[in-house]
């Protein structure tokens, strides 16, 4: 008998014959790819909180991103399409799914946990799932179950969010576990990840929402160190990769070396490719 269980090898099959690709599937995955696309690049919404962010953040960096959403660092072309594909991954996946013979329902249903909303990909076989295009590396921590414990997306939390919400609900049969379909981006295979569903996202949520709902935004928190012995001082790691970090360090300078960006709070190197500024011009070679 199916269940998200067999998914993994009921797609593997599939995939091995020929004939199953009907017009209605190739329609409903260009209408579903064009959906998000069409929401990556067309949708102009408020920002609000929303239960799939619901992972480890910087409280100063939330807040600014509810408020001044404006002042983050542009998200670079390069990236823009590494969703894009992602979105294309996804998409894919849910067909494959379907094509296999399992039963999806529910896809982009609303829910809300205390207030704050999200939309799901889709319940296959009773089970709440969340399809995840991924690198090479997230995939092995998927295979080896080490997401757990090292988590900086917060995608566990966003299962939690989501399953907790919709526990109620008759057509959620599995209520204490949530899965991650994961797709390997680069080799296309699929391992289906499960998660025992923690019970204390109603306290981030709540604890989030204090944030976002407080007038005063918060301290910075982000430590900055020493490099070298002429008086420079450059971000930490989790600043390095913060969206607001400008807003945090509005002096900074950001420097290209062989093995990526390094961010100068003060002073300058002698060593770096170029300098690039918050949009990712070159300031100078
Ligand atoms: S630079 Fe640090 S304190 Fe400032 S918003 Fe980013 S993570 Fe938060």
């Known amino acids: 008998?199916?269940?998200?269980?067999?998914?993994?090898?009921?797609?593997?099959?599939?995939?091995?014959?020929?004939?199953?690709?009907?017009?209605?599937?190739?329609?409903?995955?260009?209408?579903?790819?064009?959906?998000?696309?069409?929401?990556?690049?067309?949708?102009?919404?408020?920002?609000?909180?929303?239960?799939?962010?619901?992972?480890?953040?910087?409280?100063?960096?939330?807040?600014?991103?509810?408020?001044?959403?404006?002042?983050?660092?542009?998200?670079?072309?390069?990236?823009?399409?590494?969703?894009?594909?992602?979105?294309?991954?996804?998409?894919?996946?849910?067909?494959?799914?379907k094509a296999a013979g399992h039963e999806v329902s529910h896809e982009q249903h609303e829910c809300e946990l205390n207030g704050v909303k999200g939309h799901i990909d889709g319940i296959v076989d009773g089970c709440l799932v969340d399809y995840k295009s991924c690198s090479s590396r997230q995939f092995q921590k998927y295979k080896a179950n080490q997401l757990e414990g090292d988590d900086p997306f917060?995608?566990?939390?966003?299962?939690?969010?989501?399953?907790?919400?919709?526990?109620?609900?008759?057509?959620?049969?599995?209520?204490?576990?949530g899965y991650i379909i994961a797709v390997h981006r680069d080799m296309g295979h699929i391992h289906v990840y499960e998660?025992?569903?923690?019970?204390?996202?109603?306290?981030?949520?709540?604890?989030?929402k204090r944030i976002v709902d407080n007038s005063n935004i918060p301290e910075c928190t982000c430590a900055t160190t020493s490099q070298g012995s002429g008086g420079n001082i450059i971000l930490g790691t989790t600043a390095s990769y913060s969206a607001q970090k400008w807003t945090c360090f509005p002096e900074l300078k950001c420097f290209l070396y062989k093995n990526g960006p390094v961010y100068f709070v003060k002073g300058r190197p002698r060593d770096a490719l170029r300098e690039v500024d918050k949009d990712g011009n070159t300031v100078y070679a």
């Not at 670079?76 to 979105?87: C, D, L, N």
């Not at 917060?154 to 599995?174: A, C, I, M, N």
Request: with cysteine.
């Open 154 to 177: 917060g995608y566990l939390d966003q299962l939690d969010g989501y399953t907790t919400s919709l526990r109620k609900e008759s057509f959620l049969t599995v209520k204490d576990k």
């Open 195 to 208: 998660h025992r569903v923690r019970d204390t996202i109603r306290e981030r949520v709540e604890a989030y």
């Open 1 to 97: 008998m199916k269940s998200i269980y067999t998914l993994q090898t009921d797609i593997e099959e599939l995939l091995k014959t020929k004939g199953w690709m009907s017009n209605g599937l190739a329609e409903e995955l260009g209408r579903s790819i064009a959906g998000t696309l069409n929401n990556q690049f067309n949708a102009l919404r408020q920002p609000s909180l929303r239960l799939s962010q619901m992972g480890p953040k910087c409280p100063k960096a939330l807040w600014y991103s509810i408020h001044h959403p404006e002042l983050a660092e542009p998200v670079q072309p390069w990236a823009q399409a590494k969703f894009s594909f992602g979105h294309f991954w996804e998409a894919y996946a849910i067909m494959l799914t």
